[in-house]
């Protein structure tokens, strides 16, 4: 059962978000509309995503993992996609994917257990220096100077250069050159030393093979065990710069599927060494064409300091925030440029919960659903669970020892105190009712509306909700529980009848209005897979006998029909009445279809510009803002409301500096929910020169999801509207 109380679900309901579907395997279910999440990035249309690279962030115990290994399962089930995993952590000496990957036909490689050659011939010969240059940075990073980068290509390139231990010995005796000898043993000699941790050192039998005996590249899943490895050795980023180059030159070549991932489990390690972040960026910046998604997994962002290493993060246009501390969420917010309703929730997740952003828009709250067979094979908790599972055998054992009390205290506390209400015995025809009647007993209106459109009469089954909400709002008010609950019913019959959007719309306007926990998943939903917790100890069977069934109270059931033919009597009067209601229920249907939230995409001067207008909470401001990717090679890019001015100019990028798209944002105030507000946004293109007036748009966007371009008086397609 999954319950998400009104105070949690008004925060984490905007529609805009809500009513999205993406193609590919099912995640699990969203906690803003209770709705199916499916994802599969390489399925998502390009112009929503152009990057199918994923990053995965939680504390311990979050279920960043377990999801990440649940999604693996079911990208190579069904869709035949490959992975390659970097293991790096797991229990009893063995990496924590080896069941997955061994349930699948998978490889796990230990480390030790093979060799990588990092001069084979498999390797282009500029891979090859860039491999060993990596090699050479992991242990020694002061060893690479100008001479000794010059004195390495000159030892590359002599016959004894197959194998690392020869490129060791061209290092320390070289031929003469273009310098001579003498000069390029000097110059070699921090290299030949780093390298030699690698033939001689603590780090020898990874790399010193003679031969490389590299793996298969049409396995399903293949997993690099580096579980054994001392966490703080340079011996995990010199592999991963291996396994790296392998990977883009040998396994993405020699592929056949119809996609890849890289998994980079406790990625930290490998970001913030500058023996393999390079190779890294390479890898993210090329993945698209290289059919490739890295899928990065670590728990913190603080993890990998304030550098170079943040800025990879970014390149991941899907993220999965499960559960942090309040000051890691807000460096997670800001980093990932997440909205506040969402970086307030992510300290309170549970574990399975996480914060998906899909693309530069797409936010909403996901609970992960895995099934019994993928959490056996996912657990990464065995040793705890086998403790919980000893410490309830012990709390059994001693409560069946516990003498017996007849103490009427005693009897109460072990009932559970004030918690559960004790039920009292039956008496007599009394003529009173002997229990609390649910509020929903004798109504059977929800129910016969909700069967009509089951049995696909779904306008019989509308006329009858909305004549049933017709006569609460009448009998009780428009903001009455009795009123309130017939948009549950209408969410549950348009949801039935196959209108998705509209249900969507009724369940986030019931959570708006600040009622009473407005989702629970029912009975009827019990089949599907829930978030697995692991096997828990079996509960005690509770005792059987005569007794039980004697002391269960009678219920009368001849108030049913009375109550039901009072309503059937009191509905000719409603009907009378209903005309006076429309007022009040077009004023209902504006707050359900109220956005607070414009996104569309314009071409202007030949570039691709996405803008924004998204309402405060308090209808007082209105935050406008503009996106436009460098591949679009803007020169310059201005934003104008009122009096608010935001401007940016683009300059040639540095040698390494990553390309980080324009983002231009002002704050305009309004006066309620509902205004309507404009904005002029004005681009110059490649060929735009400077002093020359650039070409504009002015675009008045409203708060119901529309935009309309201002000289024209055309509506714009929303952005959204292709995620749908």
């Known amino acids: 059962m ?63 993992s377990t999801t990440a290994k649940a999604r693996a399962r079911r990208e190579i089930i069904e869709h035949g996609h490959q992975y390659v995993v970097i293991d790096s952590f797991g229990e009893d000496n063995a990496g924590e994917w080896a069941p997955l990957v061994r349930s699948l036909g998978g490889q796990v490689i230990e480390a030790g257990s093979f060799t990588l050659n990092p001069v084979s011939a498999l390797f282009p010969p500029e891979v090859r220096e860039q491999l060993v240059r990596s090699l050479i940075a992991a242990v020694e990073p002061g060893a690479l100077t100008h001479q000794a980068t010059h004195a390495l290509q000159h030892a590359l390139n002599h016959p004894k250069a197959g194998s690392l231990n020869g490129l060791v010995d061209a290092l320390v005796l070289p031929e003469d050159g273009r310098w001579s000898a003498a000069k390029l043993t000097e110059w070699g000699e921090g290299a030949a030393i780093a390298l030699s941790r690698y033939t001689e050192g603590s780090l020898r039998g990874l790399f010193d093979g003679d031969t490389a005996s590299l793996p298969e590249t049409d396995l399903p899943i293949i997993s690099f065990d580096f579980s054994r490895l001392d966490r703080n050795s340079p011996a995990i980023p010199s592999l991963m710069a291996a396994v790296a180059c392998w990977a883009e030159h040998v396994w993405l070549r020699q592929s056949t599927a119809t996609h890849r991932h890289l998994v980079l489990e406790e990625a930290w390690q490998i970001l913030l060494s500058p023996a393999t972040s390079e190779l890294i960026q390479r890898l993210l910046k090329n993945s698209r064409k290289a059919g490739l998604s890295l899928d990065v997994v670590m728990h913190t962002l603080s993890d990998l300091g304030t550098g170079p290493a943040q800025d990879l993060a970014r390149l991941c246009e899907v993220a999965h925030v499960g559960r942090l501390g309040p000051e890691e969420a807000a460096l997670v917010g800001a980093l990932l440029n997440l909205p506040d309703w969402a970086v307030a929730r992510i300290p309170a997740l549970d574990p399975g919960q996480a914060v998906w952003k899909v693309g530069p828009d797409y936010v909403d709250i996901i609970q992960t659903v895995i099934s019994d067979e993928e959490a056996r094979l996912t657990d990464t908790s065995s040793r705890r669970r086998q403790a919980q599972q000893v410490l309830a055998v012990e709390q059994d054992t001693t409560e069946a020892m516990a003498p017996a009390d007849d103490s009427d205290e005693d009897q109460d506390d072990s009932q559970g105190g004030d918690l559960l209400a004790k039920s009292e015995p039956a008496k007599e025809d009394d003529g009173e009712w002997d229990w609390e009647m649910p509020p929903n007993v004798i109504d059977a209106r929800h129910i016969e509306a909700i069967q009509a459109a089951r049995e696909g009469r779904c306008g019989e089954a509308a006329d009858l909700a909305a004549l049933g909400e017709r006569e609460d709002i009448t009998a009780h008010g428009i903001n009455s529980d009795e009123a309130l609950s017939w948009l549950s019913t209408r969410a549950t019959v348009a949801e039935l009848c196959g209108d998705l959007d509209r249900a969507v719309q009724l369940r986030a306007t019931v959570a708006r209005m600040g009622k009473n926990e407005w989702f629970e998943q029912t009975a009827d939903d019990s089949t599907a897979p829930q978030w697995h917790r692991g096997p828990q100890p079996a509960a005690p069977e509770p005792p059987t006998g005569d007794h039980t069934s004697s002391a269960k109270p009678r219920r009368r059931t001849w108030p049913y029909a009375a109550a039901i033919a009072a309503l059937v009597l009191a509905a000719g009067g409603v009907w009378q009445n209903a005309e006076d209601d429309k007022q009040a229920q077009e004023s209902q249907e504006q707050v359900a279809t109220y956005k607070g939230l414009s996104v569309t995409e314009v071409t202007i001067d030949g570039v691709k510009a996405r803008v924004r207008a998204e309402w405060s909470k308090d209808g007082q401001a209105v935050i406008l803002s503009a996106r436009v990717d460098l591949e679009e090679n803007p020169k310059i890019v201005r934003i104008d409301s009122g009096d608010q001015t935001a401007q940016e100019k683009t300059a040639p990028l540095e040698k390494g500096q990553i390309p980080m798209p324009i983002r231009l944002e002002v704050k305009v105030p309004v006066k309620d929910h509902y205004q309507a507000v404009r904005m002029t946004i004005a681009v110059g293109g490649p060929d735009w020169e400077e002093d020359t007036r650039a070409p504009r748009r002015t675009i008045e966007f409203r708060p119901d999801r529309t935009a309309v371009d201002v000289q024209t008086g055309k509506q714009l397609k929303q952005y959204y509207s292709r995620l749908a």
């Open 2 to 64: 999954i319950r998400l109380p009104s105070s949690h679900a008004a925060i984490t309901a905007p529609l805009v978000v809500a009513s999205t579907t993406f193609p590919g395997i099912q995640v699990g279910r969203s906690l803003v509309d209770g709705r199916p999440f499916h994802l599969s990035p390489v399925m998502v249309d390009a112009a929503v995503l152009p990057s199918t690279n994923l990053l995965a962030l939680g504390g311990l115990g979050s279920g960043k």
